[in-house]
Each structure stands twice: as C-alpha cells, then as structure tokens.
C-alpha cells in the first residue's frame, strides 16, 4: 500500500514512482471513483495483478489483503494518530514479516503534535495498545471546548435534544452554584423509546442549522396546540410531513402527556411495552389501580412498579398511536379528571327548543 492524505497527491506520487521504480506496476484508487470501478481496482490488487496500490485513507479499516506486507504512508504528519494507527493494521496480517514506513518532508519542520503523534504510533508496538492510543490521543487533541472549534463531542449519539437540555440545565445550575445532579424538579425530560425513527432527515431540511434551530424549538413545547401549529408550518415550509417527523412530533406530545402523569420512561416494541413512573410514584394511586382493573388483561403491575403493557405492536404506526393514547390517559387519570390533558372540554348538549303553545278555540 502506498498512502496519500489526499486525492490531489496521487498524481505527483503516481509521477515520482514511474520515474524511480519504471518496472512498477501500480494502480490508483480513492473515494471518488465509481463504486465499479473502485471494485475492479480492489479485486485485481487482490488477485496479485499488480504490485501497488497506490489510495488515499479508503484503505484504513475493511480492507484484509494477507498478501500485501509493506505500507509507505505519505506525509505522516498530515495523519491523525487514529488514522495511522489504523493504517498500520492494514500489513502484517498473515505469517509474512511486514514493514510499515511513515514519510515526512525532509525539509521541512513537523509541528510539535505532529512530531508527538510519530513518536507516540513508534511507541505502539505491543498488542491491545488501543487504550493507551485513545489516551495519548486525549493528551494530544485534548477534550475540548463547549464553545470552541475543536472536538465537543458527538451530539447525535446523544440527540440534540437531549443534548440541548443537558447543558441548560448544567449551565443554570453553576450559576445558582449548585451541582449537576441538582435538578430542577420541572426540567426532568422522560426518555420514549418506541424502536422507530424519530427525526428531522437531510433530505427534508437540508440545511444543518435550519434543523438545529428546529429541534431547539421542539425542545421548549409545552402545548398541544404549539406541535400542531410547528407541524403546520414545516409543511408550508418544507412539503409534507415525512414519517420520521411525523413520529417525532407524535414523540414530542408523548413526552408531553408523560410529564403530566410523572411517567419518567416508556419503552415499547412489537408485544408490548413498559412504564415506569418517576421516583416509583403515581399522582392518582386509586385512579391507577382502577384502570389496571378495567384493563386486567393486558396491563399488570409488576413488584418494582412499572406497568407491563401486552398488546400487538409489530405495526410502528399502531404501536406510535397507542403509546401516545395510553400517555394522554394516564395524564387525564394522574390530574383526576379521567380526561386526557390537553383535551378540549366536552360540549354540553344545547337544550331542547320550547314546545309551541296553541290556544283551543
């Protein structure tokens, strides 16, 4: 393997090495060629019908060739110490000694964390030498600024959302000088599981900070009202609704009824699902056990009281809607009406029009 950071190097390479080594036979190969013709390149490397590849980091995971024993890596200090690390696992994979050989310019002086990344990927040589790379890497890059423009963790493993919320809360509690696990009673956020997509795709809202800006909005939703005028906008904004926004704002108004009822978790699949209440405690104890009697066959309490709920869910769609009807009767069952919350109030019948008298004659 013959490793470049980037595509506009391989020609000058490609250029250097049919001048040095004419009887070479070599081919190129990066991320922006077809995916067929990236195939063909790949499989005669493998079938040994030249003698280098000559890529950019496509080659870095996936890639198990046991016949090629040497890497010549191209202006190392342009690499991460991952990306190198990664790219010295790709020799040495079968009985054959393997050479791994990390270029830099001889003219030139490597930055300092550059310099530290060779010495430290030099230093790797043992096996499961993975934690002490994550580590040296943490020392090299450090951990980040919440504010600043290097690394700040990754926001999608956690959705933004909860991510939002997270350091609102974190942010008001250093200043009223208290800890993290000081949480405001009215800022805990139920988690809903409900094992399908729940999002704003790229396709509907291509722009990233659009999207951000639109998840902050989902985010401070109190009312009923405000997802239905949200949804109404997005689609004068965007088109029609996806169903991964749609089952998202379904999510926004389950989490909504849950908070009224002090449901702190919902996690539901195919055959069922489970509820569990904040702090193991429900506002309506008798309410609770009424409709656990009415519904006997399908809800049970278990000993650590959270509610086990047997039903047929394997539709996404079906299981969407019960969920959120089982919330919004919770809700109506913790506040004591029975009603859902945020139902409209019934309309009393208008009464009867008077009966015309007549006079006999």
Not at 151 to 161: A, K, N, P
Not at 249 to 270: F, N, T, W
């Amino acid at each position: 393997f013959y490793v470049v950071p980037r595509i506009s190097d391989l020609d000058d390479v490609a250029a250097f090495l049919r001048e040095v080594v004419p009887e070479l036979k070599f081919q190129i190969g990066h991320g922006q060629m077809s995916p067929t013709q990236l195939e063909d390149v790949m499989s005669s490397f493998y079938d040994k019908q030249f003698d280098v590849l000559l890529s950019t980091t496509i080659v870095e995971s996936g890639l198990d060739i046991p016949n090629a024993n040497t890497l010549i890596v191209h202006r190392a200090d342009m690499f991460g110490l991952a990306q190198l690390y990664q790219l010295r696992g790709r020799v040495g994979r079968s009985k054959r000694r393997a050479y791994a050989m990390f270029t830099t310019p001889p003219n030139q002086k490597l930055t300092p964390a550059a310099e530290k990344r060779l010495k430290v990927l030099h230093s790797l040589d043992s096996l499961g030498a993975g934690f002490q790379l994550a580590s040296h890497d943490l020392d090299i890059r450090g951990a980040g600024n919440l504010l600043g423009d290097e690394q700040s963790g990754h926001i999608r493993e956690v959705g933004f959302e909860l991510y939002q919320s997270m350091l609102e809360e974190a942010v008001a509690s250093l200043r009223q000088g208290g800890g993290p696990e000081e949480q405001a009673e009215d800022q805990w956020s139920p988690a809903i599981s409900i094992g399908t997509a729940v999002l704003i795709p790229e396709a509907y809202v291509p722009d990233l900070q659009v999207r951000l800006g639109l998840y902050r909005r989902l985010s401070g939703f109190r009312e009923k009202a405000d997802i239905d005028a949200f949804a109404a906008e997005l689609v004068d904004r965007f088109g029609g609704l996806p169903d991964e926004v749609r089952h998202l704002l379904a999510v926004v108004e389950i989490k909504m009824q849950c908070r009224i009822a002090g449901i702190s978790a919902v996690d539901a699949g195919p055959k069922g699902g489970v509820v569990a209440f904040r702090h193991n405690k429900f506002a309506n104890p008798a309410g609770l056990l009424k409709f656990i009697g009415e519904h006997r066959s399908t809800v049970k309490l278990q000993p650590d009281h959270k509610l086990l709920i047997k039903a047929d869910w394997s539709d996404a769609s079906d299981r969407m809607n019960d969920v959120r009807a089982l919330a919004s009767q919770l809700a109506g069952i913790a506040r004591g009406d029975g009603k859902p919350a945020n139902a409209p109030e019934e309309k009393q019948p208008a009464p009867p029009p008077p009966r015309k008298q007549y006079n006999r004659r």
